[in-house]
């Protein structure tokens, strides 16, 4: 069965400055990996993901992340915050059928403080 | 283009009573899933539907059926509600249900059960 671990609940960041949320995932099966971001009073939006190829990942909003297959890690980082990046962040993993149905970790609220 | 639509956005309900949510997908997307997301938890998968038939089941007890109609769009029915299943209940379309084509969520219906 996958997992997937959000090692902080909470990051507090002032704007302007780098920040990076922890995912780790355990799979026994191909591994497929998303980060969405949830808004309040809104559903989940896509903002990047690995199926294969290149470990690094971008988005188009300055985010990216990176499949360390060694360390069952896919943390995202951004090197300078905007208070807009004010949000709700979630690490999923696919089921390994590549079939969508994914597994969630915690979710790790992003604050950006002017 | 409209997105994914879900209808009522808010609902409250009591224990004991049953519920049916609904769901639009995109237009010429066939694949609908449907996850629940419990206050302060990442969202849980609760069924996929593609082309009107059943393709993965989460951890959920049989309370929860769901079923998808010849123009793909889907309805969630929990029967005997508990107040556990106070969440918000997501909704998932995609065009052929696996990971190649994108994931585009709707913003929730948000049931309460008093």
Redesign the interface.
Known sequence: AQS?T?LDSQVPVFEEAPVELRCNYSSSVSV?LFW?VQYP??????LL?Y?SGSTLVESINGFEAEFNKSQTSFHLRKPSVHISDTAEY?C?V??GA??????????TKLSVIP | DAG?TQSPTHLIKTRGQHVTLRCSPISGHK?V?W?QQVL??????IF?YYEKEE??R?NFPDRFSARQFPNYSSELNVNALLLGDSALY?C?S?LE????S??H????TRLTVT
């Open positions: 997937v959000q497929y969405y009073n809104q559903g989940l939006q896509l993901k199926l979630f999923a696919d089921s590549g079939s969508y149905q994914l597994t969630f970790g915690k979710g | 994914v694949s899933s996850y302060g938890q990442g969202p849980q998968f996929q393709r993965g989460g997501l998932a995609s249900g696996h990971i190649n994108p994931l969520f709707g913003n929730g």
